[in-house]
């Protein structure tokens, strides 16, 4: 694992957040639960996680600004450096029951994501990268996968729900790409998507609409694991437009392919 001061407060952080995130998914049917629009939700959980990450963050990095799910953009007084917080990424999961969601955190100095961390604390897994550093899952070094064929990849994707995205353009998308793939899959949290490829778990991944708080940190993650990343458009505007694909060289670039025939 990375051994930096930076990567300690982030480290920290992350951890003292996901303790009460294991408490709470251990009794989610005692939740209380706001709708924030349809199909999507907001719980205690979210916020009680994004104060610890704040108060943890603000602490060790005074002045920083912030991109926050629950409580949007804090300006802060320092102006090149910004956090991306998601206290709980894959809500949904959670208030099923299902144990995969993670908390993800990523730093962005002078418009570039420089370090990301993104922790399952179920699976007790925690991805870790910092800008020349490296990307490692616990103790152990990340590589994406070296598949050059999209026949025998895994392509991971976010489904859009109700009210979100352009259902019939998904539908043309990921009809090429099961026609292209070994296979895709859908497991509602976009960090561990990208946490994922980055681990060579999956071999690829794309998905719309997301926030920069979603990706941020996962960014990174595929970056130093080797992998390449881009918008669904092939361009590098990946915080902004909200969207991203990725892969190995290979695999992104066909999956680009893909994905831009379907769209067309």
Not at 119 to 131: H, L, N, R, S, T
């Amino acid at each position: 694992m990375i051994r930096s001061p930076l990567m300690t407060v982030m480290l920290d952080a992350v951890m003292k957040a996901s303790r009460n995130l294991k408490r709470d998914f251990g009794e989610v049917e005692n939740l209380q639960v706001s709708r924030k629009g349809p199909g999507d939700f907001v719980s205690v959980a979210d916020h009680r996680a994004e104060k610890t990450l704040r108060e943890a963050l603000e602490k060790a990095r005074p002045g920083y600004g912030f991109k926050l799910e629950e409580a949007g953009v804090v300006e802060g007084t320092d102006k090149s450096h910004v956090w991306h917080v998601d206290p709980l990424d894959g809500t949904t999961n959670f208030l099923h029951g299902i144990p995969h969601f993670a908390i993800s955190v990523g730093l962005e100095r002078e418009g570039q994501i420089v370090a990301g961390v993104i922790y399952d604390p179920i699976k007790d897994e925690i991805f870790a990268a910092e800008k020349g550093q490296g990307a490692f899952m616990n103790n152990r070094r990340l590589r994406v996968a070296a598949r050059q064929e999209m026949i025998e990849a895994v392509i991971a994707c976010g489904i859009p729900f109700i009210g979100r995205g352009n259902h019939p353009q998904f539908l043309a998308e990921l009809g090429a790409v099961m026609a292209a793939t070994a296979g895709v899959r859908r497991m509602g949290s976009a960090a561990l998507d990208l946490a994922y490829v980055a681990a060579g778990r999956y071999d690829g991944y794309w998905e719309r609409h997301l926030a920069s708080h979603d990706i941020a940190a996962g960014l990174i993650l595929v970056r130093e694991a080797g992998g390449y990343v881009s918008d669904t458009e092939g361009g590098a505007d990946m915080l902004t437009k909200g969207s991203v694909l990725c892969g190995n060289e290979t695999i992104q670039r066909e999956l680009l392919k893909i994905i831009r025939r379907a769209a067309a």
